[in-house]
């Protein structure tokens, strides 16, 4: 979603601030600008789309100014133009948010009594505005800044500039994510480190309420209570924060590839021979009696994989939800509940909110999260890293397969210590999940097979997926990525639904992926298969060697995957899943990493 840097610097800014914006252009957006004081003037430029409309118009009209601030902005409040792009600037206050302020049409009316009236539909503005109010009544920039503050309901990240100073900014967190970033003489902020990285690698993260008052040389933070409050300066490593595609040409095919070298780095951090290690105080699965599983999306369709694991292997109870019904639903958690939420971002409003829900209720909060200093991170109990790397494409790929790995990790143990898996089969589940990564680039060379498939797909307008057990959550997925980068309308269902109504959509136009393995469901998947195909169905069969030389002859195409343990297939089925969304993207010519109206970080509910 919205990105923020701001920069406080000894030289020319608005470079700056469009570079550290382009290292925040994954995150989503529809409308740039920038803003800078210059000989004490604040001055702004702002373009709709792309950054390369902002660099093109700073080429026209460049801005001058050794301070700035800098916006990437997903529209929630007011279309994607330039008058609602950010900054907004209110006389003398400039100001760029991240999040919503959610009583901003009461404080309009208020300031209306004043006779201040926005120009844009956005929420934000009222930000800018109200603290010129403040200005006008006699306050200086901290305190009508923070007074300001003080009104707002809602959740955000703000940066202030201010006119006649150069060598102020004001930073609030309440919701969204900010960073400190310090340099030699200069000082930056963005709304997360991986802005920052090419200028400082010393990062301070504001904690939930802070507030920050930034010059050149110093930081003062104060946290909800207006208490002084002392951060530390972490050391972030520069490699974490890189953003390249290293001759790819997509962040998405990057992230495809890197999956079996991310996932065999992963499995080191949580094995010691046939021991698996988690950080922090143990998890004692045997007085867990139940857990309560909460994502969105992608994440969602992992912990659902993860039901299936736990409740198998390990005869423990799981619910999933997906966060946005769960936080409302008020659902009863019951005595020894173990309450988990997976977060690439660690920043998801709804997935945040959940937590926040099971904070007094639950036995232990326990997060799976790619970004260890994310809120979801430091908000749990314990929290496990999924070690994906910092992924780019909005698309989640490689973080998919990593939570899996670390929640299939968390069922062995839970089998295990429960005593549902004996020694013997762990070390032989172990050896096979190690074997993985080599197996997962034997699917990754199916590309050519499924590069063709795609360019009919791409031709589709609806595709169906089906799979069964392990399978069902597979499919899922595998629609969620088709329809996010191809625009083309995919479903998925449990195979066995299908007579249950989807079966009216089948013909000959629909082509249907069957995601199935040769295991113990094989022959029910490949009769509603048969089902599909007798009403003229054109079947995409993804399965093994076995599977194809049972069911694969009369199907349109099929995909054959190396065999592994049922237990390990959702990690090599998620391969094809992805692929074929990104050929099928790339043959029709769509923004596979920026896809329209997505961000890769839902910070808003
Ligand atoms: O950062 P999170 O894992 O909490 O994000 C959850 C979803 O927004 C995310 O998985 C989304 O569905 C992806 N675009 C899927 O590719």
Request: include cysteine; aromatic fraction near 6%.
């Amino acid at each position: 979603m919205c990105g923020i840097v701001g920069v406080l610097g000894n030289h020319e800014v608005a470079p700056t601030l469009v570079e550290a914006l382009k290292r925040l252009e994954y995150r989503g957006y529809d409308s740039a600008g920038i803003a800078t004081v210059n000989d004490g003037q604040l001055d702004r430029r702002r373009a709709v789309g792309k950054l390369v409309n902002l660099s093109d118009l700073l080429v026209h009209e460049p801005l001058a100014g050794k301070s700035g601030i800098g916006h990437t902005r997903w529209a929630t409040h007011g279309a994607p133009t330039t008058i609602n792009a950010h900054p907004h600037q209110a006389g003398p206050v400039a100001v760029v948010h991240n999040g919503i302020i959610e009583n901003f049409r009461e404080l309009r009316t208020e300031l209306a009594a004043h006779g201040l009236t926005p120009s844009s539909e956005t929420d934000t503005e009222t930000v800018a505005m109200l603290t010129q109010h403040h200005m006008s009544e006699g306050l200086s920039p901290v305190e009508a800044a923070g007074k300001t503050i003080d009104r707002l309901n809602g959740a955000f990240a703000l940066v202030f500039l201010f006119e006649g100073q150069d060598n102020l900014m004001i930073a609030a967190r309440r919701g969204s994510p900010l960073a400190i970033g310090h340099g030699d003489g200069e000082m930056y902020v963005g709304s997360d480190a991986i802005a920052l990285a090419p200028l400082t690698d010393r990062i301070t993260y504001l904690d939930e309420g802070d507030r920050a008052v930034i010059t050149r040389t110093s930081v003062e933070i104060r946290d909800a209570k207006g208490r002084l409050a002392n951060r530390a300066i972490k050391q972030i490593q520069m490699d974490a924060a890189r953003i390249d595609k290293a001759g790819y040409k997509h962040f998405m095919a990057k992230e495809i590839a890197e999956q079996p070298t991310v996932l065999a780095d992963a499995l080191r951090g949580y094995l010691d021979g046939d021991s698996i290690i988690l950080p922090g105080e143990p998890l004692d699965f045997t007085k867990i009696e139940r857990m309560t599983m909460v994502a969105c999306g992608t994440a969602f369709y992992a912990c659902l994989t993860a039901k299936y694991w736990f409740e198998q292997l390990a005869g423990l109870p799981v619910e999933v939800d997906v966060a946005s019904e769960f936080r409302y639903r008020e659902p009863p958690i019951t005595a020894n509940t173990v309450a988990l939420f997976v977060s690439q971002s660690g920043e998801t409003a709804d997935t945040l909110a959940a937590l926040r829900y099971c904070r007094e209720k639950a036995d232990r909060i326990v997060s799976v999260v790619n970004v260890a200093e994310s809120s979801i991170a430091r908000e749990s109990d314990l929290a496990l890293p999924i070690h994906a790397g910092v992924e780019v494409g909005v698309a989640s790929t490689k973080a998919f397969t990593c939570q899996l790995n670390v929640l299939l990790l968390l069922a062995l143990k839970a089998a295990a210590d429960r005593g549902r898996l004996s020694p013997e089969a762990l070390s032989d589940t172990l050896a096979s999940l190690r074997a993985l990564p080599g197996i997962l680039n034997v699917a990754l060379d199916r590309g050519g097979v499924i590069r063709k498939a795609a360019r009919r797909i791409a031709e589709s307008r609806d595709v169906l997926f089906l799979g069964r057990g392990l399978m069902y959550p597979l499919a899922l997925e595998g629609a969620l990525k088709l329809k996010e980068i191809s625009y083309i309308h995919a479903e998925a269902y449990a195979s066995g639904e299908l007579k249950h109504g989807p079966i009216a959509l089948i013909d000959k136009s629909v082509p249907v992926v069957v995601m199935a393995p040769r295991d113990t469901l094989f022959d029910k998947t490949v009769s509603n298969m048969q089902e599909v195909m007798a009403r003229g169905g054109k079947v995409l069969l993804i399965t093994d060697a076995a599977g194809a030389a049972e069911a694969g002859q009369d199907v349109w195409q099929t995909v054959i995957l190396p065999e592994v343990p049922p237990v390990l297939s959702p990690l090599l089925y998620a391969i094809p899943a992805q692929l074929l969304a990104y050929h099928t993207a790339v043959a029709k010519g769509t923004d596979v990493d920026q896809p329209r109206n997505l961000a890769k970080s839902v910070t808003v509910e």
